[in-house]
């Protein structure tokens, strides 16, 4: 048995050495997160090896840990360095927290050089050491390779982690230096594989990064994908599992990071090739049977009174502009015109009477159930209905979604706090109603600090919509702070704001975003000067055009009709035009709505991302943000 046993570990010995695995002995102050960044491998990695880690780790712990794949050049590292004491009497009203922040030092560094401070508390007339550091500089270099890798245009950070199969933060630890948003041109350190082991991603995928703990059970509800599927277009899975921080290749129209990545604006002038003329068919709610067009004035007022005419015929105004300044480009438009009058029996009449086999688009209709029928009725000769105005029902293959989903917008606005490497702190601010919203943001900023509403003085059992000025103190220092602000109520946002803006003192900058602009940030009871003072930021389908600059769709307009466009007017303009310039840059509008052609104009962008199973919707969104009292792009 004995014999047995030292031959296992003579195995298991040879074992290591051939799989190249190094050995690690735990310091104190180390963690499993901290020990992994550092060997750049994955806690999953060091658990799976060291499965007694989990219960019992602790300082002069020796761990087996896997030599990473990972090569790298020399890379600097900060450390401190304990000098001396300095001698300090405890003044009346000083409190640990201030001596730390007087003498940048932590609460744990002054207690572990005066042992006493565990048990009792600082009291005026203490006398107490304060440690006093040095920052010492070091490079660390792994004994392998790297090799050199230039970034190609619509390539962001998860693309290139899963081109090269490894992780993001490892990506990041290969490149200390990297910008925050890699551009085309790049030169980033990646790991020496032959080139034909580098994955590729097609236009029709996007990528998303595994977070920790998560399932494929929880991964079906987000992305919409079962295990096999995923295991289909990520065969390393079936070896594997999941992995926090891997990165997975999956359909485009997916809940991916592809939001996160930047991509080049495409000039889709320099690429028009296809100049046939272009049949358009616009289907809009004018509702003309109750328009009297022998009653001027009885008309006028009822555009006036009637929101949603007023909206209908602002966008007609835009398409009919698009028109005309895709002609002067050399693209003809046979456009038909069909009013829907909000009916969906008409809408069937419009489809009975009518050949649409042989358009090249349907703009509209606008009502949800119409939407629906003729997006169905087309669908076998794959005629492209555009929604230009609504969130459709369904999308369905020939669908074209103009506005982007409510959680990419989420997602775009965490993603631009998180590229943000001067943030010092993030908080966020929450209604009750936002609570389990709020909590799952919180987990995407691990050290940030969340305070909920009270409870309502009367009935504890409901929100009282406020929050004291007690629950902010000590929160916020010098530097940079976000504050995220979660609520659809108005006069909680216009009390937090109020209180926030009072808070703006000295070098304390305070940066209020959200995730979802709704009207609790609009009305008479929020001042826009204190959101311009907390350069309030969200994220938004659209962005305001810049009246400082010069633009001759503008200029027409406000010629025409002396008035500034509204937005529905720049986006009727905005979605026809990109449609026809699209269409006239390839044999057909899904040819033309890869993943990685993003369009700009007035106010509006598209970049179209298909779904495995479904249709193309816009992932393309703005973060905006208040700036002397006009909201502009947030850079």
């Not at 005309?324 to 480009?329: N, R, T, Y």
């Not at 993030?426 to 389990?436: E, G, P, Q």
């Amino acid at each position: 048995m004995k014999n047995f046993l030292s031959i296992l570990l003579i195995v298991f010995t040879i074992g290591i050495s051939a799989q190249n695995y190094i050995e690690h002995t735990v310091k104190p102050g180390e963690t499993i997160e901290s020990i992994a960044k550092e060997h750049l491998v994955t806690p999953f990695d060091i658990y799976a090896l060291n499965p007694d880690a989990k219960r019992k780790f602790q300082p002069n712990t020796v761990l087996i840990i896997p030599n990473s794949k990972i090569k790298n050049d020399a890379v600097v590292k900060d450390s401190r360095e304990l000098i001396d004491y300095k001698n300090h009497k405890v003044k009346r009203k000083e409190t640990l927290y201030g001596l730390a922040q007087k003498y940048s030092v932590s609460e744990d560094e002054i207690k572990k050089a005066n042992r006493f401070l565990y048990s009792e508390n600082l009291k005026k007339g203490d006398k107490i050491r304060i440690p006093r550091y040095r920052t010492v500089v070091s490079k660390q270099t792994l004994s392998n390779t790297v090799k050199k890798y230039t970034v190609l245009p619509s390539e962001g950070k998860w693309r290139i982690a899963y081109k090269f199969g490894i992780t993001v933060a490892e990506l990041e630890a290969l490149n200390p230096n990297m910008n925050a948003i890699i551009q085309p041109g790049d030169i980033l350190n990646m790991p020496n594989i032959e080139d034909e082991e580098e994955k590729m991603v097609e236009p029709a995928y996007g990528v998303y990064e595994v977070l920790p703990k998560e399932t494929f059970y929880g991964l079906k509800g987000k992305l919409k994908l079962t295990q096999e599927q995923l295991e289909y277009l990520n065969p390393e899975l079936k070896a594997t599992g999941l992995k926090a921080g891997m990165v997975l290749k999956v359909p485009a129209g997916s809940d991916s990071t592809g939001s996160l990545e930047t991509f080049e604006t495409a000039n889709l002038k320099s690429s028009l090739s296809n100049f046939k003329t272009k049949k358009i068919a616009l289907m809009l709610p004018y509702r003309l049977d109750r328009i009297d067009v022998d009653a001027v004035e009885a008309t006028k007022e009822q555009i006036k009174e009637d929101k949603r005419l007023s909206v209908v015929l602002d966008f007609h105004v835009g398409v009919m502009m698009a028109l005309d300044s895709a002609k002067q480009l050399g693209i003809s438009t046979d456009l038909k015109v069909f009013d829907t009058r909000y009916q969906i029996s008409k809408t069937g009449e419009i489809l009975a009477e009518n050949d649409f086999s042989d358009y090249d688009a349907i703009i509209g209709p606008m009502e949800n159930n119409s939407f629906s029928r003729v997006a169905l009725a087309l669908m076998g000769d794959k005629v492209p209905v555009i929604a230009a105005m609504n969130k459709p029902n369904e999308v369905y293959s020939n669908v074209f979604q103009t506005i982007p989903e409510a959680k990419l917008l989420s997602k775009a606005m965490l993603d631009f706090v998180k590229a943000d490497s001067l943030k010092t702190k993030v908080v966020i601010i929450s209604d009750r109603a936002h609570k389990t919203s709020s909590e799952a943001l919180q987990k995407e900023f691990p050290n940030s600090k969340l305070i909920f509403s009270r409870m309502n003085r009367k009935n504890k059992s409901k929100d009282g919509y406020y929050i004291n000025s007690v629950d902010l103190e000590r929160v916020f220092s010098a530097g940079k702070t976000y504050v995220f602000l979660e609520t659809n109520n108005n006069s909680f946002a216009s009390g937090a704001i109020s209180m926030l803006n009072g808070l703006v003192v000295d070098r304390t900058e305070i940066i209020l975003a959200t995730t979802d602009k709704n009207r609790a940030f609009e009305g008479k009871d929020i001042d826009n000067n204190n959101l311009s003072r907390l350069k309030f930021h969200y994220p938004s389908i659209n962005r305001d055009f810049d009246e400082t600059e010069t633009n001759s769709f503008i200029e027409t307009y406000e010629k025409n009709y002396g008035v500034l466009p509204s937005k529905y007017v720049v986006r009727g303009f905005d979605i026809t035009l990109d449609l026809l310039m699209r269409l006239a840059s390839a044999e057909n509008l899904y040819e033309a709505s890869t993943g990685t052609i993003e369009t700009e104009y007035i106010e509006n962008k598209f970049r179209y991302n298909k779904s495995l199973f479904g249709g193309y919707v816009n992932q393309a969104v703005y973060i905006v943000k208040y700036d002397n009292l006009r909201i502009v792009k947030a850079n």
